[in-house]
């Protein structure tokens, strides 16, 4: 399995503290049937500021440290990048990673919002050849009261990732109700684990597949997993079709 986004470097944000710590989130990654990792640590947030520079030295830290451990794990570069102002001209400024040098660019959105100007950055964004990977929508309060402002966003061309563990429960019961909802609606296009740590949020990607098959189907836990290999490939995702929510959508669990 391709894991396309995960905090497994160390010392850069809130992930793991050394690289110990790393190489054994490593060796759980595989050991849940993961080939392939996107170090995507946290950018332009109120933290944290992870430069490409510093995300490649840790890239290259721990791609040695794996091998001397021969840990079959491939790590590849990225950013969960913080929405703000001058995302674009982050991007002209070189302070900005795709995923793995691909098209894919991983956005984060505050939690209790979807900004106003996102719609405009994903069309610049897409002006640019390149496609917004929104994180864990599922996990946003806006989107909780309104899902179908997914939809408006797509139209902007942007796609969306969901974590592991709101599949599994982990972030309450509404989380899980919404997480579910948002894939029967073929509103997601990938699965990620999300992992920071080898505790509280481990690599849990393997049973949360195993758990898409049994809440819904084999066939979308599939195209999640082979949207994973596409993204890794550089090519187009696969796209469902999308539904509409009811017209009192999902606003009531949130009461």
């Known amino acids: 399995m391709i894991d396309m986004h995960t905090h497994i470097l160390h010392g850069l944000d809130d992930g793991p503290m050394t690289l110990e710590d790393s190489v054994e989130m490593a060796r759980m990654a595989v050991s849940n049937g993961i080939s392939t990792v996107f170090a995507t640590p946290h950018h332009r947030t109120s933290r944290y500021f992870t430069s490409p520079e510093e995300i490649e030295a840790g890239i290259k830290k721990l791609t040695d440290a794996l091998a001397g451990e021969r840990i079959p794990l491939e ?10 102002r001058s995302l674009i001209d982050d991007w002209y400024d070189g302070g900005l990673l795709t995923l793995g040098g691909t098209r894919y660019v991983l956005i984060e959105c ?80 990938l699965v990620a684990s ?20 049994e809440r819904i189907d084999g066939d979308f836990a599939e195209y999640c997993r082979s949207n994973a290999r ?26």
């Open 75 to 84: 790590v590849r570069g990225g950013q969960e990048i913080r929405i703000t």
């Open 110 to 189: 505050p939690s209790h919002e979807i900004p106003d100007d996102l719609a405009e950055i994903c069309h610049e964004l897409s002006i640019l050849g390149k496609v917004p990977v929104i994180a864990h929508p599922e996990r946003n309060r806006a989107v909780a009261e309104d899902p179908d402002k997914l939809l408006e966003l797509m139209e902007w061309g942007a796609v969306f990732q969901m974590t592991a563990d709101s599949l599994l429960g982990t972030f309450g019961p509404r989380v899980e109700t919404l997480a579910y909802d948002l894939c029967s609606r073929r509103l997601i296009h």
């Open 194 to 213: 999300d992992a920071h740590d080898r505790v509280r949020r481990p690599f849990r990607l393997g049973e949360a597949y195993s758990r898409i098959e």
């Open 230 to 255: 596409l993204l890794a490939e550089d090519s187009p995702l696969q796209h469902g079709e999308p539904v509409a929510s009811k017209p009192r959508g999902l606003f009531a669990i949130f009461r």
